[in-house]
């Protein structure tokens, strides 16, 4: 394996009108491990799609060995020893171990049919990397039949079958147990020996201290600072991520009662991403859910909603439910808003008459009082301030923000009592950003009680009464009042406080149990 040195200098990447990178650089040499960080929101997936040639950068410099590159896909990254493993899988479900690792590069017998024996062998090889520490990896096993652990084994035996010379693992130990993110390490240590260059993203602050050599921090789209481990601790790399940033200015949504009553408790929710999540929300409260993409707060949402199996107790407003369905959920006044409208929220081809009553149509009679549905419509729209051609236009015809409305406006036609927000806001300009903090602040009003996930760490400061931070799957921290910081929101959200690391010592509150 060839040595090989990477510099991504003054790096820029803009979506329209969201600037992702502003000044984004990235050093990494052969034999070294170079941990990437940064808060939700800082670059940091950005720049490693640009070094593997996903997206292509507005402005800026990639450096190869000294000499300038340019990737127009991860093609071509390929080609010249650049591979990544990302948390979010690139695997074909229906496809065997095998046949997923070796997609587009199996072996041939005379050019004509795929030797089998031979990539069954080889896969077979990659496998014994990780012997010990899976039960059913096979190469022949469907990746459908894994579980997530097993899966993200195969994604990265995928990338290291490349024999890359710089490798990005971004998020991913995200779903191994401790003896397989150990026997991943002890292969990284392997992989330095052989002269491979390797950028390491994760959320988990201890594993940053036990396998990077340097770490090179995001924070809004620029670097801010590159430090050697052995010469730095978790705190001040948090303070990196976050320095100069005061809690935002809390919006003025109208106050809980202190006599509110519980609406919603949760005790010992599991699902294979959430390990024994507890807690309560009041009639009328915000609470926001924190916390690193991907630590399960998706899946709290649908276990709530009824639409993933869980274990463990739910009650709501006094009373205990097991919703197996979300039409279950739905009856019991309960509404979900996804964030990805596109394909979770909305049917873009029909009318956003047909969209705003996507859920209520049962009420309409049949045949369908379609006079009457329009009203209901035509209403909801005024009171979202919708920006349309008309009912009859198809939700393609909508800008993002009022695509979302859309999206929020046809559970707001079922007069919902517990609202689960799934990043709502994700690719929503500010103006309608506005707007949306508005219709939250009326249906607290109304007694509307709402969970909310963001990817948006200000929101969150501004919005919530408290924020329960999810990290792994678990409750890491809750805070509130003087606890409700964004030093603590980033701290939690690695995991530092939680994990009780030597390289923090962050003061929080602590979860509390219905």
């Known amino acids: 394996m060839g040595t090989v040195s990477l510099s991504a200098r003054h790096i820029t990447k803009r979506y329209g009108g969201v600037i992702a990178l502003s000044d984004g650089s990235l050093d990494v040499s052969a034999g070294e491990v170079v941990a990437l960080l940064g808060a939700n929101g800082s670059g940091k997936s950005t720049l490693a799609k640009i070094i593997t040639g996903v997206v292509a950068p507005n402005s800026g410099e990639l450096l190869l060995d000294g ?145 990077a050599d340097r770490a090179t921090v995001l924070r809004n789209g620029q670097t801010v600072g590159d430090e050697s481990i052995k010469e730095t601790t978790g705190e001040k790399l948090v303070e990196l991520m976050i320095e100069g940033a005061s809690t935002p200015e809390r919006i003025k949504l109208p106050p809980i009662a202190d006599h509110a009553p519980a609406y919603l408790a949760v005790n010992d929710l599991k699902t294979d991403k959430l390990q024994s999540v507890s807690f309560t929300l009041r009639t009328g409260e915000l609470l926001g859910l924190g916390g690193l993409h991907g630590q399960g707060q998706s899946d709290l949402l649908f276990a709530l909603f009824g639409a993933i199996p869980f274990g463990g107790k739910i009650k709501l407003a006094g009373e205990t439910v097991r919703f197996r369905h979300p039409r279950e959920a739905m009856n019991a006044h309960v509404a979900f808003v996804p964030g990805d409208r596109a394909n979770e929220g909305l049917l873009l081809e029909r009318s956003i008459l047909e969209n705003l009553q996507l859920p209520s149509w049962a009420k309409f009679g049949f045949p369908l009082d379609m006079q009457r549905a329009a009203a209901d419509a035509e209403r909801a729209a005024q009171e979202l301030r919708l920006v ?127």
């Open 388 to 514: 349309m051609a008309g009912l009859e236009a198809p939700a393609t015809s909508l800008s993002g923000g009022n695509a979302q409305k859309v999206v929020i406006g046809k559970w707001l036609l079922r007069d919902p009592q517990l609202l689960l927000l799934n990043d709502p806001t994700k690719g929503v300009d500010v103006g309608a950003k506005e707007e949306f903090y508005n219709l939250l602040a009326r249906l607290r009003e109304n007694g509307t009680t709402i969970l909310f996930y963001s990817s948006d760490d200000e929101e969150l400061l501004g919005l919530c009464d408290r924020v329960l931070v999810l990290h792994d799957g678990a409750v890491s921290a809750e805070l509130a009042g003087d606890a409700l910081t964004r030093s603590n929101l980033v701290s939690a959200s690695m995991g530092s406080m939680m994990e009780g690391s030597p390289h923090g010592n962050h003061e929080v509150a602590t979860p509390t149990t219905p």
């Open 67 to 211: 000499s300038p590159v340019t990737f127009s896909s991860p093609r071509a990254a390929r080609k010249v020893g650049i591979t990544a493993v990302y948390q979010e899988l690139s695997l074909i479900p229906d496809m065997t171990v095998a046949e997923n690792i070796w997609l587009g590069r199996e072996p041939m017998i005379a050019g004509f049919s795929i030797n089998r024996r031979k990539m069954h062998a080889q896969t077979q090889a990659l496998l014994d990397l990780f012997a010990g520490t899976h039960q059913t990896l096979d190469p022949d096993a469907p990746i459908n039949t894994l579980p997530p652990d097993e899966r993200q084994i195969v994604e990265i035996l995928k990338g290291i079958s490349r024999e890359p010379r710089l490798i990005i693992l971004d998020e991913a130990t995200a779903s191994l147990d401790s003896q397989q993110v150990t026997r991943l390490f002890d292969l990284v240590t392997e992989w330095k020996t052989q002269n491979m260059a390797i950028v390491f993203v994760s959320h988990r602050m201890d594993e940053i201290f036990r396998i």
